[in-house]
């Protein structure tokens, strides 16, 4: 059984241990110490990491009585170790975890809202919480908790066993039975967890929350604490800043700016649309005056600076007419293409632009007056050449 050096030392980032035995985790070296203050994945919180002697640990795991610490290489059982954890890795989990008690306490609190699970990822931790939170709850809940942090209070440890733990006020029913591991924030939160914690609120430095979104009929609230708060606060100010200056405005004015620019781009689109469908109208009569009255007439054409909207508006534009087939194509590499006919022919544009697919690749699909393609590979003189042929077959 490996004592939990960090159940009554949270602090302690080295320390002498005996290895008392080996083995391998999913194919990988593993050693189990009488003791270690390297901290086990469990209670939302991730694994510590770092040596033992001259080997890194890379993983640490629960396995009930033993901590496995799982290496990069092996060493004999009998040895006698040096441990040390990364402590800027455990040190911002201590930030997170230990916020996450006070950020909880406080929604508790203040609204009897409980949360009903903690995760903490890589960079941002969640909470979730039984009921909806509103913006101004949060906002009220952050500021209790923010004052929590900055009176700078106590985090004090102790056991208790099953039946004392019964008579006070813990924040949530324990899960587990037995002795159990309370953690007191002075005069604010009681709760049992088996987790790493500061010493004092003032070391989580601040608690943010940057996203809430509805989860399971009540909140989820994305936040971080101490030097992740900081970074989080570098990258708003740096997307921030570079908004600023591809709109020159202020950063409050950001939103309304957004907003006045994407109306702007929706006003422009309603004329180049329209513009675009006169111009097709224009197109398609320039290229029925250039096609010789035979019967049907056959319009095949490779066009420069249309997109896929703009071909499609020119060849109903042509298909309008009586007794045409047509096949435009872009021009590019890949190009798009559009088959199209009136109403009085009985050609299916559909099966034409499925053997123009099968030739030249590309993706498309539609209805046997009107089809269309785009990802058409190949020279664009034999596109032509072959839907020309299609046409008139
Ligand atoms: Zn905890």
Same mark, same amino acid.
């Given at each position: 059984?490996?004592?939990?050096?960090?159940?009554?030392?949270?602090?302690?980032?080295?320390?002498?241990?005996?290895?008392?035995?080996?083995?391998?985790?999913?194919?990988?070296?593993?050693?189990?110490?009488?003791?270690?203050?390297?901290?086990?994945?469990?209670?939302?919180?991730?694994?510590?990491?770092?040596?033992?002697?001259?080997?890194?640990?890379?993983?640490?795991?629960?396995?009930?009585?033993?901590?496995?610490?799982?290496?990069?290489?092996?060493?004999?059982?009998?040895?006698?170790?040096?441990?040390?954890?990364?402590?800027?890795?455990?040190?911002?989990?201590?930030?997170?975890?230990?916020?996450?008690?006070?950020?909880?306490?406080?929604?508790?609190?203040?609204?009897?809202?409980?949360?009903?699970?903690?995760?903490?990822?890589?960079?941002?931790?969640?909470?979730?919480?039984?009921?909806?939170?509103?913006?101004?709850?949060?906002?009220?809940?952050?500021?209790?908790?923010?004052?929590?942090?900055?009176?700078?209070?106590?985090?004090?440890?102790?056991?208790?066993?099953?039946?004392?733990?019964?008579?006070?006020?813990?924040?949530?029913?324990?899960?587990?039975?037995?002795?159990?591991?309370?953690?007191?924030?002075?005069?604010?939160?009681?709760?049992?967890?088996?987790?790493?914690?500061?010493?004092?609120?003032?070391?989580?430095?601040?608690?943010?929350?940057?996203?809430?979104?509805?989860?399971?009929?009540?909140?989820?609230?994305?936040?971080?604490?101490?030097?992740?708060?900081?970074?989080?606060?570098?990258?708003?100010?740096?997307?921030?800043?570079?908004?600023?200056?591809?709109?020159?405005?202020?950063?409050?004015?950001?939103? =309304? %700016?957004?907003?006045? #620019?994407?109306?702007?781009?929706?006003?422009? +689109?309603?004329? *180049?649309?329209? $513009?675009? &469908?006169?111009?097709?109208?224009?197109? =398609? %009569?320039?290229?029925? #005056?250039?096609?010789?009255?035979?019967?049907? +007439?056959?319009? *095949?054409?490779? $066009?420069? &600076?249309?997109?896929?909207?703009?071909?499609? %508006?020119?060849?109903? #534009?042509?298909?309008?007419?009586?007794?045409?087939?047509?096949?435009?194509?872009?021009?590019?590499?890949?190009?798009?293409?559009?088959?199209?006919?009136?109403?009085?022919?009985?050609?299916?544009?559909?099966?034409?632009?499925?053997?123009?697919?099968?030739?030249?690749?590309?993706?498309?699909?539609?209805?046997?007056?009107?089809?269309?393609?785009?990802?058409?590979?190949?020279?664009?003189?034999?596109?032509?050449?072959?839907?020309?042929?299609?046409?008139?077959?």
């Amino acid at each position: 059984m490996t004592d939990r050096i960090y159940y009554t030392e949270p602090s302690c980032r080295s320390f002498e241990a005996t290895v008392t035995r080996t083995g391998e985790h999913d194919g990988r070296p593993i050693l189990v110490l009488d003791r270690t203050a390297f901290y086990p994945t469990s209670g939302g919180q991730p694994f510590d990491t770092g040596t033992l002697g001259s080997v890194d640990v890379v993983e640490t795991i629960d396995e009930g009585d033993d901590i496995i610490h799982v290496v990069g290489a092996s060493m004999p059982a009998g040895a006698t170790v040096r441990g040390e954890i990364d402590w800027t890795r455990r040190f911002d989990h201590m930030q997170q975890h230990t916020g996450q008690h006070v950020l909880s306490a406080a929604f508790d609190r203040l609204f009897e809202n409980r949360t009903t699970s903690f995760h903490m990822g890589a960079d941002l931790s969640t909470i979730d919480l039984a009921r909806e939170a509103t913006a101004s709850d949060i906002e009220r809940a952050l500021e209790e908790a923010n004052r929590v942090v900055w009176e700078d209070r106590e985090v004090s440890v102790r056991f208790v066993s099953a039946d004392e733990a019964a008579r006070l006020p813990l924040r949530k029913e324990p899960v587990r039975e037995g002795t159990l591991r309370l953690v007191e924030i002075k005069d604010f939160d009681l709760s049992a967890c088996g987790g790493t914690h500061v010493h004092r609120t003032g070391a989580i430095g601040i608690i943010a929350v940057t996203n809430t979104e509805r989860f399971r009929g009540g909140s989820r609230l994305i936040f971080v604490c101490g030097a992740r708060a900081a970074r989080a606060f570098r990258h708003y100010r740096e997307a921030v800043a570079g908004a600023v200056r591809v709109l020159s405005v202020l950063p409050h004015e950001l939103p =309304a %700016a957004i907003e006045r #620019a994407q109306l702007e781009s929706k006003d422009l +689109r309603k004329t *180049v649309n329209r $513009l675009q &469908g006169l111009l097709a109208g224009h197109e =398609a %009569a320039r290229m029925l #005056a250039a096609t010789p009255g035979s019967e049907p +007439r056959v319009v *095949v054409e490779a $066009l420069d &600076g249309w997109d896929a909207a703009g071909l499609k %508006a020119i060849a109903s #534009a042509l298909a309008a007419q009586s007794r045409v087939v047509a096949a435009l194509v872009s021009v590019g590499d890949p190009t798009a293409v559009v088959v199209a006919r009136s109403q009085d022919v009985a050609i299916d544009a559909a099966k034409i632009l499925r053997t123009l697919l099968d030739r030249f690749g590309g993706r498309g699909g539609g209805r046997p007056d009107l089809a269309q393609g785009a990802g058409l590979r190949g020279r664009i003189e034999e596109i032509l050449e072959v839907a020309r042929q299609l046409l008139t077959a």
